[in-house]
C-alpha cells in the first residue's frame, strides 16, 4: 500500500462518504422504503461493487434515476419482496451481458435518447418529491395537489425544503467555490445540516411547531440478529408472475446504461491506463445487484455525481471507495439516533435539486437549437416514459432516433444537380431498395430532351430493385429525347 496514496485517499472517501450519506438515505426514502435500505445499498456499492470493479474512481450505491423505476415496479408486483427477486434476476442478467461483453453496444445507443432518459427521470423525481417537500409524511401523488385531494402542507417543512434548495444552489455558486474553506463541504450535506438543526433546535424552541415536521425513522441495533432481523427478504415465490422478469430486464437495461455511462463521463475527468473494461464493470454491477436482491437492498450504480466528488477530492486509488462504504456501515450501525434528526424535508429538496439538473431548462433549448432531429427524439423519450414506463420509452426513443437517421440518410444518399439542360445524378452511398421512392422522386423531376450523367463512384453496391428502376427510367429515355451518360446499369 503507497502511503502517499493513503495521505490523499482518506480525506477523499471522507468527502464521498459526506456526499453519499444524504443521497443514499433521499432515494430510500423516494422509493417509499426505510432509509436503512439506502445505508445498506451504498455498502454494498462501496465494498462489494468496489471490490469486483475494474475502475479506481467509480462510486456505485443507490441512484436517484431508478426510483421511480423501484416505485413503479413495487406498485406493480404489490411487495418490496417481490422486486428483491427481481433485482436477483438483474443482477444475473447484468452479469451474462458482461460474459457477453456487451458493454461495447453501449455506443449504439444515442445520446439524444439517454438525455431523454434522464430528463424523464428527473422530471419523475422532481414529481414525486414536490409532496413530500410540502410536508407529506408519507408518500403522496402530486395530482392530489392538483385535483383539491386531501393533503396536508407544513410551513416548517416548506421552510426546510426551501432554504435547503437554496443552499443547494448557492454552493453551486463561484461564490462558494473560490472559498476553499465552503467548497470542501458538499452542498448537500451542508442542506441536509441545516435541517438537523431546524429539528434540535427548533424542537427546543418551537416544539408544538416543528413536532408536526416529518423526519426520516432508523432502527438502531442492539445485536446482530437485530440488524439481520431489518432485512428484508426476496419473495420466491413470484417466480411465475411474467410482470417480475419485464422489470428485472428493465433494471437491468438502465442500471448497466447508467454505469456504463457514467464510466465514460469519468474517463473525460480522470483518464485511466489501461481504461476499465465496460464488460468488467457490469459483471461487477451484477455482482453487487445479486448480493443487494439477496439482503434487501435497492438497485445499484455507479453514479456520476460521488464518482466526480471522488475525483475531484484527489483519490488515487479504491481505498478511498471502500473507506466510505465503511463510513456508511459504521454510520447506520451507531449514529441512527443521530440521524433520525433528518427531516424528510430536507432530503426531498435534496432530490428536487438532482432531478433539477437532470432536466435542466438548458437541456431542452439546447436540443430545440440543434434542430427536429435531435429534439423529437429527445421529446418522444421523455414522453414515452412519462406515459408508458421506462422500457417503453427507451424503445419508443430508439425507434424515433432510427426512423429520423433513415429519413436523413435517404435525403442525402441522392443528389441531383441542375445546370441548364444538364442533370448530374449522384449516388452518395450504398443504395437498397429502401432508396426506391427517393430515386424515383428524383428522375421525375428530370424533363425531356435533357442530358443525365450519373456519379456513382461513392456507391460500391446498388440493390437490383435499384438498377430495375433505372433500367426503366433508361429505357423509357431515348423516346423522350434524354441522353445518358455514365448510366450504372446495362440497357437492351
Known amino acids: 500500500m503507497n502511503l502517499s496514496h493513503l495521505r490523499r485517499d482518506i480525506p477523499a472517501g471522507l468527502v464521498v462518504f459526506l456526499v453519499a450519506l444524504p443521497l443514499c438515505l433521499g432515494i ?11 445505508l445498506l445499498t451504498g455498502v454494498i456499492g462501496g465494498l462489494v461493487v468496489t471490490t469486483f470493479s475494474p475502475s479506481k474512481f467509480a462510486v456505485s450505491g443507490p441512484a436517484a434515476g431508478l426510483v421511480t423505476i423501484v416505485t413503479g415496479a413495487i406498485e406493480t408486483l404489490g411487495s418490496f419482496s417481490a422486486l428483491l427477486f427481481a433485482l436477483i434476476i438483474a443482477g ?8 457477453m461483453r456487451a458493454g461495447r453496444f453501449i455506443t449504439l445507443v444515442p445520446g439524444t435518447v439517454i438525455k431523454g432518459m434522464l430528463a424523464a427521470i428527473g422530471i419523475l423525481l422532481i414529481m414525486q418529491q414536490i409532496p413530500v417537500a410540502l410536508g407529506a409524511a408519507e408518500e403522496s401523488e402530486l395530482s392530489s395537489l392538483v385535483t383539491g385531494g386531501a393533503f396536508s402542507v407544513s410551513i416548517p417543512a416548506i421552510v426546510v425544503s426551501g432554504i435547503g434548495l437554496f443552499i443547494l444552489w448557492f454552493w453551486s455558486t463561484n461564490t462558494v467555490k473560490n472559498i476553499k474553506v465552503l467548497s470542501w463541504a458538499p452542498g448537500p450535506l451542508v442542506a441536509v445540516l441545516f435541517g438537523c438543526m431546524a429539528t434540535v433546535v427548533g424542537g427546543k424552541m418551537f416544539p408544538d411547531i416543528v413536532s408536526n415536521l416529518p423526519r426520516i425513522s432508523l432502527p438502531s441495533f442492539d445485536s446482530l440478529a437485530a440488524l439481520t432481523g431489518e432485512l428484508e427478504r426476496p419473495d420466491w415465490s413470484v417466480w411465475q408472475n411474467p410482470a417480475v422478469y419485464m422489470i428485472a430486464a428493465t433494471l437491468a437495461i438502465v442500471a448497466s446504461l447508467e454505469t456504463l455511462l457514467s464510466q465514460e463521463a469519468l474517463k473525460k475527468l480522470r483518464p485511466q491506463n489501461p481504461p476499465p473494461s465496460p464488460d468488467k464493470e457490469m459483471r461487477a454491477q451484477g455482482i453487487g445487484n445479486l448480493i443487494s436482491g439477496f439482503l434487501g437492498g435497492l438497485p ?44 424528510l ?10 432531478g433539477y439538473k437532470l432536466a435542466t431548462p438548458r437541456l431542452f433549448v439546447e436540443h430545440f437549437r440543434q434542430g427536429a432531429q435531435q429534439a423529437v427524439p429527445f421529446l418522444a423519450t421523455i414522453g414515452g416514459i412519462l406515459v408508458f414506463g421506462m422500457l417503453a420509452g427507451i424503445g419508443i426513443g430508439l425507434a424515433t432516433q432510427i426512423l429520423f ?38 428522375l421525375a423531376e428530370i424533363p425531356e430532351n435533357s442530358v443525365v450523367i450519373v456519379d456513382h463512384d461513392n456507391a460500391e453496391y446498388i440493390d437490383p430493385d435499384v438498377k430495375a428502376v433505372l433500367k426503366d427510367f433508361g429505357e423509357g429515355a431515348q423516346k423522350r429525347g434524354i441522353v445518358l451518360n455514365q448510366w450504372p446499369v446495362k440497357l437492351a
Open 300 to 343: 445499484i450504480t455507479a453514479v456520476i455525481v460521488r464518482s466526480s466528488v471522488n475525483v475531484s477530492a484527489g483519490a488515487q486509488s479504491k481505498i478511498s471507495i471502500l473507506i466510505h462504504g465503511v463510513l456508511l456501515l459504521v454510520c447506520g450501525l451507531y449514529f441512527s439516533n443521530l440521524l433520525n434528526a433528518i427531516p
Open 92 to 99: 444475473v442478467l447484468q452479469f451474462m451481458l458482461g460474459v
Open 28 to 38: 430510500a426514502q423516494a422509493s417509499g422504503l426505510p432509509p436503512f435500505v439506502g
Open 345 to 354: 424535508a430536507s432530503l426531498a429538496a435534496v432530490l428536487l435539486y438532482t
Open 405 to 442: 437517421s433513415i429519413y436523413k440518410s435517404h435525403r442525402g444518399a441522392m443528389l441531383l444537380t441542375r445546370y441548364d439542360d444538364h442533370f448530374v445524378l449522384r449516388f452518395q452511398q450504398n443504395l437498397t431498395f429502401m432508396h426506391n421512392p427517393r430515386l424515383k422522386g428524383l
